[in-house]
């Protein structure tokens, strides 16, 4: 890796992300995975970005028209998370968690913060990943839940503060 590369990923470590998991029904069985390239992208209509390398197995069902599920992970499911990058093969992942099928069949995670169900709008590929662009079709959230981090290289958790700061 270049210096620009290894500066680059350094300073996209300290980038905290909610960790979340993608999944969708393939002709395969269920597939997913960890992402924490995960962007809100628009109100109207509601959409996310979602990049996803291009080496991922999920990769070649993510295309235009077809079904993905985003789950935003609570502090308690980094077994989840570690799962889904790779901890199990294929459909095993899916037996981390409480899963369920959607309207549209793809798997959804109970006990997630969020679950929100998408149909993919766009796919545009650039160098190593593919940038997708997802329309929302529903939302299915958790009350009191507190979201799983991740930042340099690890999972972590939000933590109280004693106070606020100004706004």
Not at 6 to 28: E, I, Y
Request: hydrophobic fraction near 45%; glycine fraction near 8%; aromatic fraction near 6%.
């Amino acid at each position: 890796m270049s210096e620009l590369q290894n500066g680059f990923k350094s300073a996209m470590r300290g980038l905290a992300s909610t960790v979340c998991v993608l999944a969708a029904q393939t002709p395969q069985g269920p597939k997913g995975m960890t992402a924490t390239a995960v962007m809100s992208l628009s109100m109207e209509p509601p959409s996310l970005a979602l990049a996803v390398n291009r080496s991922a197995s999920i990769a070649p069902d993510l295309e235009e028209g077809a079904h993905v599920s985003v789950q935003f992970l609570s502090e308690g499911q980094a077994e989840v998370a570690r799962a889904f990058a790779g901890g199990l093969p294929g459909y095993q992942r899916f037996a981390c968690g409480r899963w369920e099928a959607d309207a549209w069949g793809t798997p959804m995670l109970l006990d997630a913060s969020a679950s929100i169900a998408c149909v993919i709008d766009k796919c545009i590929a650039h160098a190593t990943h593919n940038m997708i662009i997802a329309i929302v079709k529903a939302v299915r959230l958790s009350q009191g839940m507190r979201p799983l981090l991740y930042v340099h290289g690890e999972f972590t958790r939000l933590e109280a503060q004693e106070g606020r700061m100004p706004a």
